[in-house]
């Protein structure tokens, strides 16, 4: 969906086929956890970050995957080592496969795997919230048929990793890093509009399947937009 799309909760409800009340909870969810935009007295939106949002999201995941491979070189173990390992073989694996969305979703488990090698739940904790952040920038912006990490570039990552060069494993990390945000901006030359009950087909069994579950506390007081 193109960003700064408007999310009315009406159109949502009935692509859903649920009542507003539950649409306007998770909207409010959405928006708690930083991943859609409210405006008040204009609705809802799908986040609409400048480049210089988006620098700077990755600037920060960047000095902070610097100082996880610092750490990682003095704690891998064979054990670590291997888990990489067949990260990589998923990853490479996926990529070359039709499943488009099982190939983003594990080249982000990368970088993850990476902080949580660490066993910090800190750590692990810092780069998920970061990874909510840019991850939909990855999706308001992400070029189609273009995967935004390159396996090659996470192998040699842990090429360098494993030979505990960790000049090294951070030169690529940061070029890796560069070449992502390039991508993105590649991607935000070309972002297309869409009806947002055509970008929000495939969703649509998933959800219906999973309102049938939980039911909501009660609807908020008041309707808007
Ligand atoms: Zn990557």
Known sequence: MAPGSKLPEHRLATIFGVSRER??????????????????????????????EIRTVYRAH??????????????????????????????????????????????????????????????????????ARSSLMVSAFEPPRLSLCSVDEHAAIAEALKARNVERAIALSNEHFTH???????GIVERVE??????????VPVARGSSRKGRNRGPDPKARN
């Open 23 to 52: 649409v306007r909870k998770v909207l409010h969810r959405l928006v708690a956890e930083r991943r859609l935009e409210r405006i008040p007295r204009r609705g809802t939106f799908v986040p609409n970050p400048s480049p210089e």
């Open 62 to 131: 960047r000095v902070f995957e610097t100082g996880v491979l610092t750490q990682l070189v003095k704690e891998l173990n064979d054990a670590m080592m291997s888990r990489i390992d067949a990260h990589l073989g998923e990853e490479r694996e996926a990529a070359s496969g039709a499943d488009r969305a099982a190939s983003v979703r594990l080249s982000g488990e990368f970088h993850v795997l990476l902080v949580d090698s660490l066993k910090s739940p800190e750590l692990s904790h810092f780069l998920r919230e970061l990874l």
């Open 180 to 186: 992502i945000e390039d991508r993105l901006a590649q």
């Open 194 to 203: 869409r009806r947002i009950e055509d970008a929000l087909e495939p969703l």
